[in-house]
């Protein structure tokens, strides 16, 4: 083995090199909106790749139609209309699947989300969580600072009958439901910790990390 070969290996042994961080695939999903099942079948086909952190959020707009969406929250609204600029739109559509923040696509095409994630490639920050603590390594300092987010998903099928609306007499399963989002602070180049709570019982933690306003994400982890 070569001088180059021998320091790589030392590195891969002793876990100092960066494991790759998952692609975001995020799904901006309705229980009262007729085209979004295909898009939840979507996300839930990537969900289980070791490569892709799959997230389902429930918006509120399309309540009105005569069912209330049982998983939407406001902040997962706004979560979307924040990307819509930067994306080129002029508001909020379902399904829609986002990548990393920085591109889009109708999530019932499933050829498009494939193309989307094989062109997603996050290298910012490390992040580690273990003992109740999250990790932001230090890394080389951000123009501007950037948000870090808690997110708790569910990992499990969810069947859920709805009783009205576009929708009404069909029980729509979904996977990785969004439950919880919250805001750690921010991270500017050097290595941060945040203390958080133990996940409630059955959900998962994810953690990004992320331009403000609906910018890109440049980190991301998963458990």
Request: contains cysteine.
């Amino acid at each position: 083995m070569n001088k180059a070969g021998l320091i790589l290996a030392v590195l891969l042994t002793s876990g100092s090199a960066q494991a790759a961080q998952p692609v975001v695939v995020e799904l901006f999903t309705s229980q009262g909106c007729s085209s979004c099942p295909p898009a939840n079948a979507n996300l839930a086909a990537v969900s289980d790749r070791p490569d892709v952190l799959a997230l389902s959020f429930g918006v509120t707009y399309w309540d009105y139609l005569g069912w209330k969406d049982t998983f939407a929250q406001p902040q997962f609204t706004q979560r979307q209309i924040a990307y819509e600029r930067g994306l080129g739109h002029s508001g909020p559509f379902t399904p829609q699947i986002v990548v990393n923040g920085r591109a889009d696509t109708v999530g019932n095409v499933r050829g498009e989300v494939e193309r989307l994630i094989a062109g997603g490639r996050l290298d910012g920050p490390a992040i580690s969580l273990a003992g109740g603590t999250v990790r932001v390594a230090s890394s080389a300092a951000p123009l501007e600072p950037l948000d870090v987010w808690l997110v708790r998903y569910d990992p499990r099928v969810i069947q859920v009958p709805v009783a009205r609306g576009e929708n009404g007499g069909a029980t729509l399963p979904h996977k990785n439901v969004v439950r919880e989002l919250t805001r750690l602070g921010v991270w500017r180049g050097n290595e941060i910790q945040f203390a958080v709570a133990p996940a409630p019982a059955g959900l998962l933690t994810a953690v990004l990390v992320q331009k403000p306003d609906g910018g890109p994400i440049v980190a991301a982890f998963k458990p």
